[in-house]
C-alpha cells in the first residue's frame, strides 16, 4: 500500500498497538463496552434507525430516517470497532458485521449511500448542502469504515465507501458539470483524509482539499443553493455564513467563530491538511488555535458558550451557568489539539488536549457509561442531568468511540526516538528510529498522583524518551534506574538521550499540588472567583456534599486545602476538602436587599470532586468557579 | 350611580386630579404623548390591527389577524385616553375616536368581540381558553373602554363592552348549559372589576369572581378543553398549569410560579376582590406577595428570570444578564403593589411599587419615546438593545398606559385626611373627609433630591397629612412653616395631624445617600457584589463611560463615591462618581487561566446612571451589580 508523505514532528501510535490497564481510564473504557455500546446499539436499533439502511420507509411510517441518522449508526460502528480491536468479542462482532451489511446494502448502483435522501426525499438529493448534514453523514460512514477496516480487517463497508467517495469526487468540484459546494457541517474533509490514509490514494485527499479550499468562496455556493430551492439567501435562519465558518475563505479565518463542533472538526482536517504539505494553511492555524485557547475556552476544554449557535460568541463571554459546552466540541478540539501535537510536536497542544479530555469530554458521560450531557455547563441550580439517549444524538456515540480510542493519544513516534503525550498505566509497542521493537511499561496512578514509572524493553540502542511534562506542572524530577538524570528541554518535554539497556526504569515525579486558578480579568463571569485544579483535573463542588447552596459558598485566599483519596467515592477519586465560608443569612429577616454591611460568615466544610465526574449521584447544585471573597468572618 | 362598598385602608386619588410638573417625570409624559403614542398608533395602523376590525381578513391576506392584536389597540386606546384626559390633544381625540368606532363596530349581535375567531377561525370561538387569549383580549377592552368613558366621557366603547361582558357572563359560569372555563392569560378578571366600578354593576365583579374562585378547580376545564379539542392535556408544552396559575384553587397558591405577567394580573384581580368583601384571599395574598418580595424580585423591581416560561423559577435564582424581567411583569408588579398599598395602607407595599416603577418598568422605555425593551437584564455584554415594536407588541403600549396614568400613583384619600404615596412635583385636587376641597401643591427635585415642599390649599380643618417615608431612606426631618415637628408614625408614613391653615408649608427632608446595596447571601449571581442605589433610584454602569469592560470594574468596599447632577446627560441625571478598580491584565501573557496570585489592580474612573436610563446612548455593555473584591491594589 502506498503512503502519502506526511510532515508530522510526531506520529502517534494507534489505539491498536496500545494496552490501557489504568485506575482511572480502565472503569470508562470497561463502561463504554459494557454498556454505553450495547446500549446505544439498542437506542439504534429501537428508534428505527438500523431498520433504515432497508430503504423501507413509506410515507406515514412515524420511524422516518432523519437527516442526521446515519451519522449516528456510523460512529456506533466506529466505536464498536475500535473497542474490537482490543477487546474481542463475539456478539459485539457480529453486531458490527450486520450493521456493516445493512449499511453497504443501501449503496446505490451510482454509489450514493443516504437513508434519508434515498428513502424520503429522493428527488432532493444534493438540494440542501447548506443545512442537510448530507456530506457529513457521508463523512462519519466514511470514518466508521476506516475504523472497522483498521479493527477487523473487513472491507465490506471500506469498499462502499471508496465508491461512494469516488462518486462524491464526481459530483462536487469546480470543473464543467461539477458542483462547486461543500456541506454546512464539516466532517467528510477530515473522513476523506482518513481514507485516503487507509487507502493510499491521494484523490481522497485530494478531494478534502478541495472542500476546504472552496469553503467561503465568492460567488457563495449556499446562496446559488439557496436561490435554486427558490429561497432568498438573507433569510438563512442563522444570519451568518461564519455559523458554519463558510463566511470567507478558510485561509482568511481568523477568529473562531460559529457552530463549536463544525469549527473543531474544519481545524482537525485543515491540520491533516496543513501535515500532508499544504503550508498555506498554518498562518489561519496559528491564529485560529490563539484565539480559542486565549480567549474562548473554558478551564473544562469545554468550548462554545451559547445554545443560540451551539457555539462561539464574544471573546472572554464565558459563563458558568449557561455554557452550552456540547461534550461533541470538547470531543472536537481533542481530534484537533492532538492533530497540532503530532504536527508541531510541541507538547502545549497536548496540554490542551489533555485538558479536554479529562475534563470538558468525558464529562459528558455517566461512570456507568449509560447516560451523557449534551451541554457540559461549570455551574448548575440543579436541573442538569444526563439523559440516556437525545433525538439529537451526535454527542452519545462520539463520547464512546473517543473513549474507545484512547490509547490513540498516549503515545507517539518521532525521529529520534519516542514520545508519551499523555499518562496512564499500561503497555505499549512501539517501533524505534531504526525499526526495532520497543515495549513500553508504564505504571501510575495519574491523575491521582503524579508519578509514573516508565520500564523499557527492547534490544540495547542509543534513541529518545521524550517524556511531556504537563503545561499545569511546576516542579518535576526525573531519574533513571534510580539516578537523577539532566535530560533536554524542548517544547514542553524533557527528552532522555542515552543508551537503553532492557529493564530501564524511568521515574518521573510530576509535583500536583492543589492549585487555585484564576481567569483572565476580562472574563467577567469568573470575576472574584478561583476554580481547583489538581494535575489535569478541574475541581468542583456538588450540592450533595454540601449542607447549603454551593452557590452561597465563599473560599478565602488562605484557606487551607488538602487532598484525599476516597476510594469508595465515585468509583475512587481524589477529592479536596477544606474550610470554606459561608455568609451569614441569620441576620436577613424579611428582606432581599439591604445596605451593605461587613459580612459575617460561619465555617462549612468544603469537598470538592473532579468536574468529570460530576452528577453521578443524586442530581443537584454544581459549582465550579467559587467566591473568594469578602467572607468575612 | 350605586357604588360597590370597597374596604380599602387608602382610596387611589385618580390621575384626572393630578396634575405633574416634574423634572424627572414631565419629560417621560411628554415623550409618551408626543413621540410614543403616535408611534404606537401608526404600527397598529401600518400592521393591519386597526384594518382587522373591519373583519374583511381572507384567506391568503398576509396580514391575519393575531390571537393577541385586539389586546394591543385597546391597552393603545387606554392610553391615549389617559393622555387626553389630561393634555386635551384634538388630533389624537380624533384617531380615539376613529378606533372605538372601528372596534365597537365589529361586535357581533350577541356581543362578542373578537377580531381573530370571528374573522379567521369563527368556528373555532372559546375552543381554546388556555392557549388563545380570547378573554384577555376581552380584559384590554373592557380596560380601554373604562378608560375611554372616564377620559372622555363617550360610551361609544362602554355600553358595547357592557354588552360584551354581558355575553361572557352567559357563556361562562358553572350553571346548566355553561363553559366552566377562565382564561389561560388573566387580565379580565382585573378589567371586570373596573367594569362594575364605572358602571356600578355588581354582575360584572361578581363575573370577576368566578373567574377567580373557578381557576384551577377539578375537574380541570384545560383538561376538558383539550380532550373536546382532539389534544392529549398531557401534551400542554408548558408541561404545568402553574404556567398560567391554574394547577391548583387560586386560594391554595403558596408560591408565585409560571408566566410572570400573568401571576401579576391575577393576584392584582384577587386584591381587588380581597378589597370588595371576599376576604378569603387575604391569606394567599400575603403568602405569594412574601414570596415574590422576598425570593424572586430583582433589585430593579424586574422580576421572572426565565425566557423559558417568560416568568419565574426557584427562590433566590436572580440571574442577571440572562435575566427576562419583561417590562410588562414590572408594570404588573406596580399594578398588584399599588392595589395592595390601598387596602392595607402600609407604605412598604408603596416601596415595592417605587422600586418597580423607577427602574425595572420605565427600563423599558427610551427616554425619547420611540423604543421598548421586552426583556429588562441587569447587566448586558452589549447586544441588548430597544426596539421599536415587537411582533408581540405587549410591553410598549403596556408602558405607555403606565406612564400616561402616573398621578394616579401619587396621592390617596383616607379616613382621617390625605396620603402621599409617591414624590413628584405638580398639583393634586383632593378631598377631604368633610368632603371639602383640598388643593396640594408639591414643589421637589425627587428623585435627584430628597427634599420635598407641600403647600396645603384648602379651608382651615382638622385633618392629617400622612406622608410616606421610604423603607429606602434612613434619616429625615419634617418641619410644618418651618418649625419641627414630632408626627405619628405608622406603617412607613408620618402623620402630622394639625388643624391645617391655607398657605402651611411642610418640608419633608429624606436623607437620600448613595447605598451600596448587598443581596441576599442566597442569590447566588449577586454573591460578593454591590449594587449602588440612590433614593429609588437603582444605578448601573454603561462601556460609554469606561475605558474598560464594565465587567472588570471591582468597586472596593472603601470607595468613595460622590453624586454630581449632570443637566446635560440623559436628560439631565443625577450621576454616581468615584474611583474603582480594574484587574491588571497587562502580566496576562499568552494564558487564559494561571494559579491564583495576589490581586493587581489599577484605578479608573467609575460612573454610575440610573439604571431607568440605560441603553439611551450607543448600545454597549452595563451591569447593576459590580465585584466588591478582591481587588488588589
Known sequence: MPTIPV??????????????????WTPRLRANREHTLPAQYRHCRDTGRLDAF?????????????????????????????????????????QVEDVAVRIAGAQQADGYLNTHYTAVEPDKRWSNLRDCHELYCAGHLIEAAVAHFQATGSRVLLDAMCRYADYIGIVFGTGAGQRPGYCGHEEIELALVKLAGVTGE??????????????????????????????????????TYAYCQADRPVRELATVAGHAVRAMYLYSAMTDLAA???ATLRPALDRLWDDVTLKKLYLTGGLGPSRHNEGFTADYDLPNDTAYAETCAAIGLVFWAHRMLLLEGDCRYADVLERALYNGAISGVSLDGESFFYENPLASAGAHHRQGWFDCACCPPNAARLIASLGGYLYATRADGVQVNLYAAGTAALTLPDGAPLTLRVATRYPWDGQITLTVDAAPAAWTLWLRIPGWCRAWRVTVNGEAVAPEEARGAIGLHRTWQPGDVVLLDLAMPIERMEAHPRVAADHGRVALQRGPLVYCVEGIDHPVSVHQLTLPADATLSVRFAPDLLGGV????????????????????????????????????????????????????????????
Open 276 to 278: 500532508r504539505g499544504d
Open 7 to 24: 510532515t508530522h514532528a510526531l506520529r502517534a501510535v494507534p489505539f491498536t498497538q496500545v494496552t490501557v490497564d489504568d485506575l482511572f
Open 54 to 94: 432497508a430503504l423501507a420507509w413509506q410515507p406515514g411510517d412515524p420511524r422516518e430516517p432523519h437527516i442526521f441518522w446515519d451519522s449516528d449508526v456510523a460512529k456506533w460502528v466506529e466505536a464498536a470497532s475500535y473497542s474490537l480491536a482490543e477487546y474481542p468479542d463475539a456478539a459485539l462482532q457480529a
Open 574 to 633: 481524589a477529592v479536596i476538602e477544606g474550610e470554606a465560608r459561608v455568609l451569614d443569612a441569620s441576620g436577613w429577616t424579611h428582606t432581599l436587599y439591604r445596605p451593605a454591611g461587613a459580612p459575617v460568615s460561619q465555617p462549612v466544610a468544603l469537598t470538592a470532586i473532579p468536574y468529570c465526574c460530576w452528577d453521578n449521584r443524586a442530581p443537584g447544585e454544581m459549582a465550579v468557579w467559587l467566591a473568594t471573597g469578602p467572607a468575612g468572618r
Open 202 to 239: 491521494t484523490r481522497y485527499r485530494d478531494l478534502a482539499a478541495y472542500f476546504i479550499d472552496q469553503r467561503g468562496q465568492q460567488p457563495h455556493y449556499f446562496d446559488t443553493e439557496a436561490v435554486a430551492r427558490g429561497e432568498n439567501p438573507a433569510d438563512y435562519w442563522a444570519k
